[in-house]
């Protein structure tokens, strides 16, 4: 009886040998699925950090704008159960070097605010030549609702002779001398979108001499310099 119980105890061994190596081949592919996984789960955390990383270097390499809040406005709207505030915000932004503009944007709070006009002024920039790049070139007029602007070109040493909202326009746009005088009303929207039309009118002899097929000395000559002083002056004009 022993001898058979051995004997029928031999053929069931090696199966259960077999479940084993199956057991330890099933969590051995389990094992390496888990691995793959974590692997691939920190190679698309990898790519997520090297895209951040980019971003920042854009940010970094992108030109350096001075940012100016000129008016913050508190308004409010009458619902059922109360009020409910808002606030509005009127920024201007520039480079320093002849490029401005103006946003304006709305939020519930004020960080929020600042933020949508800034983003708006950014699409928003124009170019002005400037003289010697620290005055305008010409006198000019600018109009907009009940506000009237006039703004001058001035020697150097002059500074910026201005009021708030168009002295933030000056000093984002990079202009050092200059003489304006605002008549009517002291709305800064009004003000601010008066300024850039009287900046949108600006011209530089460069762009006139291009327009009128002629030379920059040409033109300066008829105020009755000489040839030599009109081609220094022509050379010394950067726009």
């Not at 051995?6 to 389990?30: D, F, H, K, N, S």
């Not at 691939?40 to 854009?58: F, T």
């Not at 480079?95 to 946003?103: L, N, S, V």
């Amino acid at each position: 009886m022993a001898d058979e119980n051995e004997i029928q105890a031999q053929p069931g061994a090696p199966a259960a040998v077999e479940g084993g190596e199956q057991q330890q081949q099933t969590e051995g592919r389990g094992r390496g699925r888990g691995r793959g996984g974590d692997r691939n789960r920190g190679e698309r955390g990898g790519r997520g950090r090297r895209d951040d990383r980019r971003g920042n270097r854009d940010e970094e390499q992108g030109e350096e704008l001075i940012e100016k809040l000129v008016h913050i406005n508190r308004v409010s709207k009458t619902v059922k159960g109360g009020k409910r505030f808002g606030f509005a915000a009127l920024v201007v932004v520039g480079d320093g070097k002849g490029r401005a503009g103006f946003g304006h944007g709305k939020a519930r709070e004020v960080p929020e605010a600042i933020s949508k006009a800034t983003a708006a002024a950014k699409k928003a920039m124009v170019r002005v030549p400037l003289k010697e790049g620290r005055t305008l070139h010409h006198d000019g007029k600018g109009h907009f609702g009940a506000g009237k602007v006039t703004v001058r070109s001035a020697p150097a040493g002059t500074g910026i002779i201005a009021g708030g909202p168009m002295r933030a326009v000056f000093e984002s746009l990079g202009v050092a001398d200059v003489v304006t005088k605002s008549v009517g009303t002291s709305n800064p929207y009004n003000m601010i979108r008066a300024t850039f039309q009287a900046l949108g009118e600006q011209t530089s002899p460069k762009s006139v001499a291009q327009r009128r097929g002629k030379k920059v000395a040409d033109l300066l000559r008829r105020g009755g310099a000489s040839a030599e002083v009109a081609q220094a002056d022509a050379e010394a004009i950067a726009e």
